[in-house]
Structure formats: C-alpha cells, structure tokens
C-alpha cells in the first residue's frame, strides 16, 4: 500500500512539475516546432465572398464604427480606400460586441516591405472570444515554426496545408468556430473547435482549440462567457477589408 502511495503521489508531483512550468520555466521554443511543414498549394484565384443577407457587417469600407481599442477608447487603425490597416504602436483593437460561437469572415494582406522574416513579417492575429488565437502571418517564402505560421491556432496546431498568397496580394479566412462550453462549477465540458478555410481551401478541420494561446506556456482553460473578436497590433502593417459574422445557435 505504501509502495502505490508513494508511486501516486510521484506522478502527481511530475505532473505538477510539467503545469508549473507554464509560469516559471517554459521558453518561447518549448512549444514551437518546424516539422512537418504543410505542403504548399495554389488556390483558386476566386476565392472571396460577400456577406450573406444575415450577417453582421463589422466593417463596411468606411469606418470602424463596429471597433474600439482593447485598452479603452476608439480604435486608432488606419482606414484608407476599402480597407483598414494596423497603426503600430496603437494597440490591439476588437469589436464593441461580444460573441461566441461564429461563422467569421475577413480578407487580409500582409505589407509588402520584405525586409523582415519570420515572425516578424506581416504578424497579426485574429482572437475569438477574445482568447484563442488564429494567426496572420506572411506565409509565403517565409520559413518560421509551423504551429506558429498563418493558418495556425497560435502555437498549438498547424495548418494542413499553405495555400499562401504573395505578400501584398489579398487573401481570405472563412472560419466556423464552436466556443467552448464549461459546466457550473467553472471545469470544462466541451473544448472550443474551429473549422478555417484560407484561400478557398480547408487547413483546419474542425480542429479542437486545447486552451488559450500563449507565446510562452501551455494552453489551459478558463471558464468565460462571450467575449469580442479581436485583432492583433503585432507591430506589422497588416490591412484588413470585407469582415462580416453571423452568429451560430450551438445551445442545447
């Protein structure tokens, strides 16, 4: 009896070892890996679409009315033409109104200027509920770790293929995402899933979401209600046009 005491009472404190590592000992590179890397593919050169007769229109060309800056206040993005585009240094912004779960769609194009690479090339994110994060990147000859390039949920699942287009070009993200529902005592009872067509073509398949998306530590869960779309200021000029919501009825 002592003998599988002492065996449970291991396990418990090298699983406890592995969680606390998500505040105290994790580096960046702990969850970041660069094999396999998605194939690349073409997509069709049609590939966008306009927003059906239900849906929330979150930006209409002209203004950003729908958004207001994460931190308080109006949101400071630059609106130019058909589209707006990330005003660095400026902060996040996200929709005034809350959300769970969405069909979302959005056009997005990262700058032109290739003087930088990796991450720090067209870095941007789009947040549902305001946690878990898909990302925008620059994908196009431009290496970096696979759970971390666009396409991807924020360090934890790549995207099954690259349908990337040339930095400058528009693309496109058609998503449906299922939030996660939690029981009353705040534990989870059904994680979040999202489905994410990129260019006309499917790179996550209803895809379970493990948690939120740190940069550095493990995806966990936290019980939470609804919670706004937010777009992320990763100090790239990154432009945005065409985003549109419809909200799903997934209660029971």
Request: proline share 7%; aromatic share 12%; no cysteine.
């Amino acid at each position: 009896m002592r003998l599988i005491f002492l065996l449970v009472m291991g396990l418990w404190m090298v699983q406890s070892n592995i969680y606390a590592q998500d505040s105290v000992d994790m580096r960046p590179e702990d969850t970041e890996w660069y094999e396999p890397v998605p194939a690349k593919v073409t997509p069709a050169e049609t590939h966008f679409l306009q927003p059906p007769s239900d849906a929330i229109i979150l930006f209409n060309g002209n203004n950003l009315d729908a958004w207001e800056s994460s931190a308080g206040g109006e949101a400071a993005w630059i609106v130019e033409g058909d589209h707006f585009t990330v005003k660095t240094g400026t902060g996040d912004i996200q929709t005034k109104n809350s959300f769970k779960s969405v069909q979302f769609y959005i056009e997005w194009r990262s700058p032109g200027n290739l003087d930088h690479k990796g991450q720090d090339r067209g870095n941007s994110g789009i947040f549902f509920q305001n946690i878990y994060e898909l990302q925008v990147l620059d994908a196009w000859e431009n290496p970096t770790y696979v759970n971390g390039m666009a396409g991807s949920i924020y360090k934890q699942t790549p995207p099954l293929v690259n349908p990337a287009k040339k930095p400058g070009e528009w693309q496109s993200y058609n998503v449906s995402y299922t939030a996660p529902k939690f029981n009353e005592d705040g534990s989870l009872n059904s994680p979040a899933r999202i489905t994410v067509i990129w260019n006309g073509v499917v790179v996550q398949n209803n895809t379970e979401i493990k948690g939120h998306t740190p940069y550095i530590g493990l995806p966990e869960y936290g019980a939470h209600g609804a919670g706004p779309i937010r777009l992320q200021d990763h100090n790239s000029e990154v432009s945005y046009r065409n985003i549109w919501i419809r909200e799903l009825d997934t209660e029971e």
